[in-house]
C-alpha cells in the first residue's frame, strides 16, 4: 500500500483552517461578541417581561440558543487543536457482520442536535401557553405537531450520531458520518494520507471509484475530494490521525482481517494505534 502525503488529497486540502484561512479566522472572532449579544437580549426580555409569561419563556429560549452555541463553539475549538474529548474503541455489528469500531466522540454531534431539536421546545410551549387562550385548540395541535417534528428530527440526528466512526469489519472498512457513510473493501484499499497533525484529515484512497460505496445524504463541510477518496474526520475520533492511519494501514496491507469484531480485536486495534 501507498503512503500519500496527505497534502495531496483533494478532500483534505479542502477542509478549512482557522489559522490559515483569513475569512475564517475573521468570522470566528465574531462568534463570541454575537453570542453574548444573543444571550444579553434573551435575558433583557426575560426583565422586561416580568410577570408576561410569553416574553419570559421567550427570553428564556433566546437565552438557551445562546448557551448552546456557545458550548458548541468551545467543544469544536477544543477539537480543533486535538484537546478535545474523544471516542473509544468498542465492538458492534454492522449488517450482518461483527466489528471492531472506532467511535466518534459524540459531544458536538449532540449539540448540533439540540440545536436542531431547540426550535421544537418554543413551539411546544407556544402551543402549551396559547391553547384555550390566544390561539383556538386547532391551531394549538398544529403548532404542537410542527414542535414535534423539530424534536424528532433532533432526537433522529442524535441516533445517528452514536453510530458515528470508523467500523472495521473481517470484509470491509465503513466511515460512518452523521448523514452518509462509504464502504470499501480491504482488498480494494490503494493508499492512506500520512497526517501531520493529531488532527488532520486521514484520506483512503480505493482502486477506483467503483470500489467505494456511498450511501446517505451528502452535508459535508468541505467540498469532496475525487471520487474514490474517502475522508475520515479525527478530531473526535478515537485515537488521533496518526493512529488511524496506522490501523488502516495495516489491515489494508494484508493484516489479518477475520479477527475483527471478536473479543480482543478491541485491544489489539488499540496496539496498532499506539505503534
Not at 470484509?171 to 452523521?178: G, Q
Not at 493529531?198 to 469532496?224: C, H, I, K, N, W
Request: hydrophobic share 45%; glycine share 14%; with cysteine.
Amino acid at each position: 500500500m501507498i503512503n500519500r502525503p496527505s497534502h495531496h488529497s483533494g478532500a483534505e486540502s479542502s477542509a478549512p483552517d482557522a489559522d490559515t484561512d483569513p475569512w475564517l479566522r475573521a468570522a470566528r472572532r465574531r462568534e463570541l461578541p454575537v453570542m453574548i449579544g444573543i444571550c444579553a437580549f434573551g435575558a433583557l426580555l426575560v426583565v422586561l417581561g416580568r410577570t408576561a409569561v410569553p416574553l419570559i419563556v421567550l427570553g428564556l429560549w433566546i437565552v438557551g440558543v445562546g448557551a448552546i452555541l456557545r458550548a458548541g463553539r468551545a467543544v469544536r475549538d477544543r477539537q480543533e487543536r486535538g484537546e478535545g474529548p474523544r471516542g473509544s474503541i468498542g465492538l458492534g455489528r454492522l449488517g450482518d457482520e461483527s466489528a471492531t469500531v472506532l467511535r466518534e466522540h459524540p459531544a458536538h454531534g449532540l449539540l448540533t442536535a439540540g440545536m436542531t431539536a431547540w426550535p421544537g421546545a418554543l413551539f411546544l410551549a407556544a402551543a402549551g401557553l396559547g391553547a384555550g387562550g390566544a390561539m383556538s385548540s386547532g391551531l394549538a395541535v398544529v403548532v404542537g405537531l410542527v414542535g414535534l417534528g423539530f424534536v424528532v428530527a433532533g432526537a433522529r440526528q442524535a441516533v445517528r450520531v452514536r453510530r458515528a466512526g470508523v467500523w472495521l469489519t473481517p470484509t470491509r472498512l465503513t466511515v460512518r458520518e452523521r448523514d452518509q457513510s462509504y464502504r470499501v473493501g480491504w482488498a480494494d484499499l490503494a493508499a492512506v494520507s500520512v497526517p501531520s497533525r493529531p488532527t488532520d484529515l486521514v484520506v483512503v484512497l480505493a482502486s477506483g471509484s467503483a470500489a467505494v460505496t456511498v450511501s446517505g445524504r451528502e452535508r459535508r463541510r468541505f467540498p469532496r475530494g475525487p471520487r474514490g477518496e474517502i475522508p475520515i474526520r479525527t478530531e473526535a475520533s478515537a485515537v488521533d490521525a496518526a493512529g488511524v492511519a496506522r490501523v488502516l494501514r495495516h489491515f489494508g496491507d494484508g493484516g489479518e482481517t477475520t479477527t475483527l469484531g471478536q473479543a480482543g480485536s478491541d485491544e489489539l486495534v488499540a496496539r496498532l494505534a499506539r505503534t
